[in-house]
């Protein structure tokens, strides 16, 4: 009998699929503290966040390395998540 996986990446079968080709510039975006960005996983990176923030929009309030560190709302909580800013784009006014 085989046994069950439990990994990250469970149930993401359908949410992760790629629809584009990773461009160097997705790995080199800049983003101000303050910004509101949505997040978007890119499944041809390594390293996602928890598939449960896909689609969610959050606000920059720090920078770690080359990493931002995003406050999103999750459920009562607000959680801080450390991204790349692969996964991360800008919203647009």
Request: aromatic fraction near 6%; proline fraction near 6%.
């Amino acid at each position: 009998m085989v046994i069950k996986s439990y990994g990250i990446r469970r149930k993401t079968r359908e949410k992760l699929k790629q629809t584009d080709i990773l461009k160097p510039n997705t790995f080199l975006k800049e983003f101000n503290i303050g910004d509101i960005v949505h997040i978007d996983i890119q499944p041809a990176s390594q390293k996602i966040p928890h598939p449960k923030f896909q689609g969610r929009t959050g606000k920059i309030i720090g920078k770690r390395g080359k990493a931002y560190i995003v406050s999103v709302k999750d459920l009562k909580r607000t959680k801080q998540i450390i991204i790349n800013p692969v996964h991360l784009k800008p919203l647009k006014k």
